[in-house]
């Protein structure tokens, strides 16, 4: 903790991951006057930042703040800091976790703003963090979601985003951290809410960029949208989530921004597969992670677990993992049998 300045208190953050979203939220950050620590794992990135103030590989281009200090060290990142956001991919965060959590303070906020599961046990990441930090500090755990490109957020484009947490304090300090003139921050106290519906949309989004390289219009990617929008609502609510979570920014927000725009990593390997190309080989240019591919497999497993039909998860899983030709997946969602839009319309229901 710094100093105040107008209404904003100045204080000293770290943001763990330096990848395309982590830079941009320590952007944020540092345009609020903070003191950024960057956690990076590559000492060469790490150097870039600090020398030349940029991160060519995951933001080509872009000018970042002197007040950003990239450092390879977790525990001197970590150590002192009242406030910490866990940025990596969702494959990652158990195995960080372990190495922050001996060298957290006990009275850190703890922000956390990946959007997918833990494969192996098909957990949030919220779930995740819990079990590996002390449970005081998990139980001010807050999490960032929402329509948010990296890209369009480093350049100061307007972007409006959702903090939710169980936790109003947690909620309310970390609106007051991130919100400036360009970042909005709405806050939500449904936190399961906000995680299902930013993991989950990325799966669409790779259905979306599927239909698009295949040539496919606007019809059929609406309706990719709205019955998207319909299975991941049905999971979610199975799972805990409030219904309206979905109509939000975390849920129908972001599933726009993510399905319809370039920036999204799943629009353009899903784009790549639907021109044909092999998900190895699509990963391998794509050179970052694709949440969409590792959070389609949980989503089936979750699926069947929870006994919650998701036909266009089934269907991109199968084109995914099992060899099912794109253009046969979307004759077998589109030859399904007849039925009612919504369950409460079926005269015949109980």
């Known amino acids: 903790m710094r100093k105040v300045e107008g209404d904003v208190l100045i204080q000293n953050v770290t943001v763990i ?35 030349k103030h940029v991160n060519e590989k995951y933001l080509p281009g872009e000018k970042l703040s002197a007040n ?4 390879t060290n977790i525990q001197e990142a970590v150590v002192g800091k009242r406030i910490v956001l866990l940025v990596v991919p969702s494959h990652a965060m158990r195995q960080i976790c372990q190495q922050v959590a001996p060298h957290l303070e ?12 833990e494969l192996q046990s098909l957990k949030r990441m919220s779930e995740v963090i819990s079990e590996e930090v002390p449970k005081e500090i998990a139980s001010r755990l807050a999490v960032l979601s929402g329509p948010s490109h990296a890209e369009e957020v480093v350049k100061r ?15 309310l300090r970390s609106q007051d951290l991130l919100m400036n003139t360009n970042f909005r921050v709405y806050t939500n106290p ?24 295949l040539g496919y219009g606007d019809n059929a990617k609406a309706a990719l949208l709205t019955r998207g ?5 049905r999971l979610g609510i199975k799972l805990g989530a409030k219904p309206l979570t979905f109509s939000g920014l975390a849920g129908v927000g972001d599933l726009i921004a993510t399905c319809t725009s370039k920036h999204s990593r799943n629009w353009r390997a899903g784009y790549m597969l639907g ?52 253009r046969q997946g979307v004759e077998e969602l589109m030859g399904r049998g007849k039925t009612f839009e919504m369950a409460y319309l079926n005269p015949d229901a109980e």
């Open 190 to 213: 449904d936190l399961i809410g906000a995680e299902i519906a930013g993991a989950l949309k990325n799966i669409i989004a790779l259905g979306a960029g599927m239909s698009d390289g």
């Open 157 to 171: 484009q307007p972007t409006t985003v959702v903090m939710a947490s169980e936790s109003k304090e947690s909620m």
């Open 275 to 326: 021109q044909g190309k092999k998900l190895d080989d699509v990963l391998a240019q794509m050179g970052m992670v694709v949440e969409g591919v590792r959070t389609t497999n949980a989503a089936f497993s979750l699926s069947q677990r929870e006994q919650v039909e998701m036909p266009i998860t089934t269907v991109l899983y199968g084109m995914l993992f099992e060899g099912k030709e794109a």
């Open 17 to 51: 991951g330096a990848g395309s979203w982590g830079t941009a939220l320590a952007t944020v950050l540092a345009d609020n006057g903070h003191q950024v620590t960057l956690w990076v794992r590559d000492t060469r990135l790490a150097e870039e930042i600090n020398s």
């Open 229 to 233: 929008l319909a299975e991941i609502s």
């Open 68 to 71: 950003i200090v990239a450092t």
């Open 106 to 117: 006990p009275d850190v906020l703890l922000i956390h703003a990946t959007k997918g599961f």
